[in-house]
Structures are given as structure tokens and as C-alpha cells.
């Protein structure tokens, strides 16, 4: 009993040369050419994907739910009351207690018809497109556009269109 007890009344030494370091490259700052760029330079299922993932300000997280899901959780509404007719609300589920309301609101010509599915290679494909593979292939187009750094995602898409409602003067997008 006697060591455990001098094991915790001894002051542990404080190393000071382990500090972490400090993050090497900034966040990717991106801009809506820059986003169009390498959407144009992704394959078909996915471009279609972030085209709408750009101009519904969703993350991987919300597409999958609505290309998994679509149309038993999420209704796809063309004319509903006020909206115009060019404008498709999504519901989703809430993701915060406090709101029991989240929709989003995109351009009809934006939507894809769901589930985008993967092409078929081989014995491969033919999956519902997963985050991960959405983050490979915006990897792969932005490094062929030459606008690829670490960190450089298609979570960015969110918020490109962010900033973007930001600049027309548009007020703030809440969830």
C-alpha cells in the first residue's frame, strides 16, 4: 500500500519539448469556380451528386440519408404551396432536438433522379454511392484540376454555397 500511495504524491515531470505542433497547411479556402471546376472533372453518377450536394448546401451526411432513403423518408415536392415550381423541397429529419422542422430547397434541374447508384465494373459497383467514395473522387478531381489540398473535401460544398448566399446578400441559412 505504501508504493501505491508514494506512486500519486509524486509530482510527474512536466516535458516541454513534445508540444504538438502547429497545423502545417490552412483550411482550403474554396470559391464557386473553383467548385464548378472540379465538378465538371468528376466521373457521371458523382458529378451529378455534387451539383446537388453544391446547390443544396448538404454534406455527405444528408445526401446519403436522401439517396438511401428517397422517397419513403424524404419527400421530393415540386409545387408545394408557395414554392415556385422550379424549386423542389427535401424534408429531412431533424438533426438537433431544438428544430423540429429541416428542409432544404434546391433547383428542380440540380435534382438527380434517386438513388444514384455506382457503375458497374467487373464485379464491383453498382452500390449506392457511399461518403467515402464521394471523398475519393472529389480527391481525384480536384488534384486534376490542380486545386487539391489536404483537407480539400466535398464537405466543402456547403460551404461554398455559404459564402456564396453570403456575397448576393442573402441572410444567413440556418439549419
Not at 516535458?15 to 465538371?40: C, F, G, N
Amino acid at each position: 500500500m505504501t508504493d501505491f500511495n508514494k506512486f500519486h504524491e509524486v509530482e510527474p515531470p512536466l516535458v516541454l519539448d513534445r508540444l504538438p505542433s502547429k497545423r502545417k497547411y490552412l483550411k482550403a479556402r474554396v470559391d464557386w469556380d473553383t467548385a464548378m471546376r472540379v465538378i465538371e472533372l468528376s466521373p457521371s453518377p458523382y458529378r451529378e451528386a455534387f451539383q446537388f450536394m453544391l446547390w443544396s448546401a448538404l454534406d455527405e451526411y444528408d445526401f446519403g440519408l436522401i439517396n438511401s432513403n428517397a422517397p419513403q423518408l424524404c419527400r421530393l415536392d415540386g409545387n408545394d404551396g408557395d414554392l415556385h415550381a422550379s424549386i423542389i423541397r427535401i424534408n429531412l429529419p431533424p438533426r438537433k432536438k431544438s428544430s423540429d422542422i429541416y428542409y432544404i430547397l434546391t433547383p428542380k434541374m440540380y435534382v438527380p433522379k434517386f438513388p444514384l447508384i455506382s457503375r458497374e465494373y467487373r464485379n464491383r459497383g453498382n452500390q449506392l454511392l457511399a461518403s467515402m467514395r464521394l471523398q475519393h473522387v472529389w480527391r481525384r478531381s480536384a488534384k486534376r484540376a490542380k486545386v487539391y489540398r489536404p483537407g480539400f473535401g466535398p464537405h466543402h460544398l456547403r460551404t461554398v454555397f455559404r459564402t456564396r448566399c453570403g456575397e448576393l446578400g442573402i441572410p444567413e441559412i440556418g439549419e
